[in-house]
């Protein structure tokens, strides 16, 4: 009998999505350019409905109409030259779905390649690593909305679920599915740097690693419940079998990235977005990277020593509020940024059901994406994250916190690069007047850009005669 689904690329996270697919009553064709990979995986997995194909030809041939084929292929040249060999063999409305980690430019290139031909394409984010791929991942398809139609019953059947509701929506056409991914990427960067921040502080007022998984423990029973809570606990307390002291105090503080961190810093860019906190995560890993030049400046650029003499117990609630708000304050500036592409794209983004799918599966999965959801079905048209009234709330109740956490970190030389951006975010966002009154005048000095007054109608624009200024 024909094959329900068909998927190449037979690497780690290729294999799990085939095997998921098929734990949910899907026959499944699968198909690697390195045949030995394909035989090797059918051999491991007997008794299931899986056949493997040495040829193209044969695997598509092995698959019911419309055909839909998966890439789980390396993003970039790669889906390219699947698709071109695919394009002669595939007919008219058979699917292509490419659940990489593709730019969502490519995605659009690849959409407007394929469309013309009477293909249809899926760009597909899928979310959730390895094991998210074999159990249920957060899945962010891009594409026509009778293409998703097509996809819905597989991709509804191998999502997380979260409260009985699949971790997948049709997230809009063209590129949105992976555009959507790559912000969940970059608001990761976010979560994270936040955590290590939290932790950085924890550790400069002397608390252990053990009492640091507790805190984190005890955090994850409460409105900071997340993923990325929860393994920072465990990974805080692993020790290392060979010499007996604690994995992260072994770990070189060098932080690596894949690019979709910078991808999402060059979108927020182009459209004027501010993602300060995200930037700020971005630039901390760029920082941590450069190891031997802040080795080297350590002994030259002086500072307090990086300890806080503070009560520990205080410390650990302020951190949590800090750690709480910053972390509001990343997701607002992600939402604003996609609500900003998805209006100019015309993707109708539905921001509180996009919040909703990344409750499960993925790595930033957290109870508290319930309120973002909760605060968009309240107010479609909401512009910003932080004024819904539960996160207004939040916000007010922690600023106190939060602003003693900044306060004493620049007191004590450590550096909070995320806390201290979020909070710069939200301190600008309440003020009704910022300095760019001064800046609007040194425009208009130099430049004669000329400047509106608070005194006339918004619209009238004003220059002053400056006076000369030698040297
Ligand atoms: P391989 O086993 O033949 O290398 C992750 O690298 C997955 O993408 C692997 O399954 C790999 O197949 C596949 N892949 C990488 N480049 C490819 C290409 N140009 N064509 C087809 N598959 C490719």
Known sequence: APSDFGLIGLAVMGQNLVLNVESRGFAVSVYNRTPAATEAFVAAHPGKRITGHASLTAFVQSLSRPRRVML?????????????????LLEQDDIIIDGGNSLYTDTERRDAWLTPLGLRFIGAGVSGGEEGARKGPSIMPGG????????????????????????????????????????????????????????????????????????????????????LIQITARALEQVDAETGRHVVD???????????????????????????????????????????Q???????????????????????????????????????????????????????LDLGAIAGIWRGGCIIRAQFLRHITAAYQADPGLQNLMLAPYFQTVLNRSQAAWRQVVAQAVSAGIPVPAFGA??????????????????????????????????????????????????
């Open 250 to 292: 072994l770990i070189l503080d060098k932080a690596g990235q894949k690019g979709t961190g910078q991808w999402t810093q060059l979108n927020a860019a182009e459209n004027a977005v501010v993602i300060s906190t995200i930037n700020a995560a971005v630039e901390a890993r760029v920082l941590s990277s450069q190891k031997d």
């Open 72 to 88: 789980m292929v390396k993003a970039g040249a790669a889906v390219d030259a699947v698709i071109e060999q695919l394009i002669p």
């Open 144 to 227: 026509p909305a009778s293409t998703w139609a097509a996809m819905r019953p597989v991709f509804e059947a191998i999502a997380a679920q979260v409260d009985g509701q699949p971790c997948v929506v049709h997230i809009g056409p063209g590129g949105a599915g992976h555009y959507v991914k790559m912000i969940h990427n970059g608001i990761e960067y976010g979560d994270m740097q936040l955590i290590c921040e939290a932790y950085a502080l924890l550790q400069a007022a002397g608390l252990s690693n053990a009492r640091m998984a507790a805190v984190f423990d005890q955090w994850n029973q409460g409105e900071l419940q997340s993923y």
């Open 294 to 348: 802040r080795v080297a400046a350590s002994g030259q650029l002086q500072g307090p020593a990086g300890r806080l003499e503070v009560d520990a117990e205080r410390l650990i609630t302020q951190v949590h509020d800090a750690l709480f708000a910053s972390k509001i304050v990343s997701y607002a500036q992600g939402l604003d940024l996609m609500r900003t592409m998805g209006a100019k794209k015309g993707w109708g």
């Open 422 to 471: 979020s909070l710069a975010y939200f301190d600008s966002l309440r003020s009704a007047r910022l300095p760019a009154n001064l800046l609007q005048a040194q425009r208009d000095f130099f430049g004669a850009h000329t400047y509106e007054r608070i005194d006339k109608p918004a619209g009238q624009w004003f220059h002053t005669a400056w006076p000369e200024v030698i040297g």
